[in-house]
Nanobody, 115 residues
Framework: QVQLVESGGGLVQAGGSLRLSCAASGSSSSITAMGWYRQAPGKQRELVASITSGGDTNYADSVKGRFTISRDNAKKTVYLQMNSLKPEDTAVYYC?????????WGQGTQVTVSS
């Protein structure tokens, strides 16, 4: 069984930066791709960025050029560096790892960007 624990959220002013971390534990050797999703109040959860085990990345258009996803396989951790934050980036951010037919989620971390 795999567990994902996020950290690094908080309150920041527009234009600021935050770095989110997601640490995997348990049977984490079964993890290949990992991703970050977010859900704002009243909106559906959306993919922000993903990264494969080989390091290939994918980003939502809304964050391209501002966010960077990376992973440290030795530490079983995936990161999301968020720069030039905007109020519309305010959401709960979730770490995700698809394992077979299952979707494993972290508990989420709140990111609030003030204008």
């Amino acid at each position: 069984q795999v567990q994902l624990v996020e950290s690094g959220g908080g309150l920041v002013q527009a234009g600021g930066s935050l770095r989110l971390s997601c640490a995997a534990s348990g049977s984490s050797s079964s993890i290949t791709a990992m991703g970050w999703y977010r859900q704002a109040p009243g909106k559906q959860r959306e993919l922000v960025a993903s990264i494969t085990s080989g390091g290939d990345t994918n980003y939502a258009d809304s964050v391209k050029g501002r966010f960077t996803i990376s992973r440290d396989n030795a530490k079983k951790t995936v990161y999301l560096q968020m720069n030039s934050l905007k109020p519309e980036d305010t959401a709960v951010y979730y770490c995700n790892a698809p394992i077979g037919a299952l979707q494993v989620w972290g508990q989420g971390t709140q990111v609030t960007v003030s204008s």
